[in-house]
């Protein structure tokens, strides 16, 4: 087998098998660039006595906007485009915007980008305090410890990886030797790159998130995910908050309240379904601002309806009729009440 592809997958109809894209392979390129440019774009690049590299976006470096774009792209396995969009027409919802599509919307987004890999160590095992993050990006798709992955029928093998760690603080070796292990990776094979919310490329990256929080929404309705061929969203991109609560509300309003997403479906059954239930808006606690939310429900994600992580508003085209539907609203009034645009004192 290609070191550097999946599994074959053997189709329903018997017909040849084929071989999903290596979403490690197809990012390294993207690696290599933001390892390289990591000066211009405000990130810090150390290694371990192993080899292993670690790029801080914005623990004690400063990062960039365009660093949480590429590392966004990085997130996506190399399989779909983000961008920035200046917006200073009429009334506008908020004057940036942060844009991700893709082709391969089920792979990028769920096989890789998705923050599902939970990594932990306790006091004991770290020498000090305790740590936790979620991983995303490419190397979940080595180290396969979701159940989603069974589901995805997918696995990668590379002998390279990168994850995006979502933590205010550095990985410890206890959690590095843990990913080196469960991805087979050598020590030099792997590159960790650590965005906390509460950086600028941590909010451009969690932001970027909006087609993905599409498709997970999409996974959980039960929707089989075949079914979603084509994908791009739109989101608002606040401002960082230096609290990382509110930070992280910050980013979930964004894609709650300001995300805007147009999938592309085989079926028109599909589109109709998804363009009624897929908005956040179907949600219990819909309605005011992400960190009040949480805060309420005493900082525990697992209390809140799941229908909530979705995006505001959808359109669902179908490729059956040509028909495209519609559901859900953005709440721009929440979002400036939240963010500012007040006007400077003379």
Known sequence: MNPTMSASTPTPDNSPPTVAPSVNALSERLVARLLDDAARLGVSITRTPGGTVIADAGVAAPGSIEAGVLIARICMGGLGRVGVRSNFDAAPLW?????????????????????????????????????????????????????????????????????????????????????????GLAPDGLTLIVTPTQSVA??????????????????????????????????????????????MGRTNDAILYGG?????????EVARRLADSL??????????????????????????????FAPAEVWVSSLESGATYHGGRIESALLQAQWGGKAAAP
């Not at 969690?206 to 791009?232: I, Q």
């Not at 908005?279 to 429900?297: E, L, M, V």
């Open 279 to 308: 908005p956040a808006a179907n949600s219990r606690d819909y309605g005011r601002p992400f960190a009040d939310i949480f805060t309420s429900f005493n900082f525990d994600f697992y209390q809140i309806d799941p229908a909530l």
């Open 202 to 247: 941590g909010t451009v990256q969690v932001v970027a998130r909006v087609l993905e929080v599409a498709l997970h929404k999409t996974h959980v309705l039960g929707v089989p995910l075949d079914e979603v061929v084509e994908g791009a969203g739109s989101a608002p991109l606040p401002p960082p908050a230096p609290d990382g609560i509110q930070a």
């Open 95 to 183: 004057p940036t915007m942060i844009e991700a599509r893709t082709s391969s919307p089920v792979l990028a987004c769920l096989g890789s980008q998705y923050a599902g890999w939970s990594l932990s160590a306790t006091k004991e095992q770290t020498g000090g305090k305790k740590f936790f993050s979620l991983g995303s990006g490419p190397a979940r798709a080595l180290a396969v410890k979701e159940p989603l992955f069974a589901e995805l029928g997918y696995r990668d093998r590379h002998e390279r990886g990168v994850l995006v760690l979502e933590v205010d603080r550095m990985p410890p070796q206890f959690v590095i030797d843990k990913v080196l292990h469960d991805c």
């Open 260 to 268: 805007r997403v147009h999938l592309t479906v085989k079926h028109d």
